[in-house]
Structures are given as C-alpha cells and as structure tokens.
C-alpha cells in the first residue's frame, strides 16, 4: 500500500547537525500530513515535528528553533533537517505518515521502520 523510507541518521557530535529524508512509494492517492517521531532509549515515542500538506507546521518545544521540517509534495518526500543537536535528541526516528492507498480508499497511519541518530562527542 504506502512504504516509508527513512535515510540519514548517523552519529554527530554535539553541536553538530544531520538531515533526515523519509520517502514514501507505493500505490498512494493521497498523503496528508508527515511528520517524524522519536523514541529515545527506555521512553514512548514522541512527536518531534509534522508538516500537512499545504505546509503548515507544528514542533515539539525541545526542537523548537533547531529542528526544521519541510515536504516536497512532488516527491512524496519529508525532511528533518537537525541543527544544533543535543546528547538528549539521541534516539530512533521514525517517519509517520497519513495517507490514503488506491487499493482501500481509506486513509491510515504509515510508520517507517526508523533511523537511529546518535548524538556523543
């Protein structure tokens, strides 16, 4: 139906910053909105950021001001681009997206299967 696939984790030093992409594929009519959530070591998921498809945007405080998300609708395609990346941003990100398959017609949440980010000096 929808596939979601995450790239560009990695390990960074404090300070520094890392870009996640998150591409979706599959039989898609329509996706509305993306985001990404993590989940650091021993904690639930949380919300990091989600974007709709017109473009409005909302961030979880701890990333506000260093994290932007951003989409290419042509691309079926979300953007994390990480700056000023603290130890506590370590964890696995996950990209999640709403969207609607051809084969149902009946839109869902998607989740890709996660990227690890690493923040350690």
């Known amino acids: 139906q929808v596939q979601l696939v995450e790239s560009g984790g990695g390990l960074v030093q404090p300070g520094g910053s890392l870009r996640l992409s998150c591409a979706a594929s599959?039989?898609?009519?329509?996706?509305?909105?993306m985001g990404w959530y993590r989940q650091p070591p021993g904690t639930q998921r949380e919300l990091v950021a989600k974007?709709?498809?017109?473009?409005?945007?909302n961030y979880a405080d701890s990333v506000k001001g260093r994290f932007t998300i951003s989409r290419d609708n042509a691309k079926n395609t979300v953007y994390l681009q990480m700056n000023s990346l603290k130890p506590e941003d370590t964890a696995v990100y996950y990209c999640?997206?709403?969207?609607?398959?051809?084969?149902?017609?009946?839109?869902?949440?998607?989740w890709g299967q996660g990227t690890q980010v690493t923040v350690s000096a």
């Open positions: 999640n997206a709403f969207a609607t398959p051809y084969v149902t017609y009946s839109p869902r949440y998607y």
């Open positions: 599959g039989s898609i009519f329509r996706i509305y909105a």
């Open positions: 974007i709709t498809s017109d473009g409005n945007t």
